[in-house]
């Protein structure tokens, strides 16, 4: 088993910043890939950024590249999402997920562990 516990989300004015924490314990060496997902209300978990654990290779959604960073902390195991000029809709649930595949899973199928999840409100 993976565990995997996000922290960082908030409220925001239009044009902050937040960064995202995912940290991993248990068994990670199931994983090959964190990524992350957000579900805002009536709609689909929707893919937004990848990073491979083994040499950083990352990979993103169409929609952030440009405003979010995706990065790693292997001696730490945990994950980041730095997202900056935040927009309205934005506003989602986050989750981070942990993937046994390695070549940038983004369907949320792909994805064997979960974290609880973290709320991002971006104010107009």
């Known amino acids: 088993q993976v565990q995997l516990v996000e922290s960082g989300g908030g409220l925001v004015q239009a044009g902050g910043s937040l960064r995202l924490s995912c940290a991993a314990s248990?068994?990670?060496?199931?994983?090959?890939?964190m990524g992350w997902f957000r579900q805002a209300p009536g709609k689909e978990r929707e893919f937004v950024a990848v990073i491979r654990w083994s040499d950083g290779t990352i990979y993103y959604a169409e929609f952030v590249k440009g405003r979010f960073t995706i990065s790693r902390d292997n001696a730490k195991n945990t994950a980041y999402l730095q997202m900056n000029s935040l927009k309205p809709e934005d506003t989602a649930v986050y989750y981070c997920a942990a993937s046994a595949r390695y070549n940038y899973p983004r369907s949320p199928y792909e994805y064997g562990y979960w974290g609880q999840g973290t709320q991002v409100t971006v104010s107009s």
């Open positions: 248990g068994r990670t060496f199931n994983s090959n890939t």
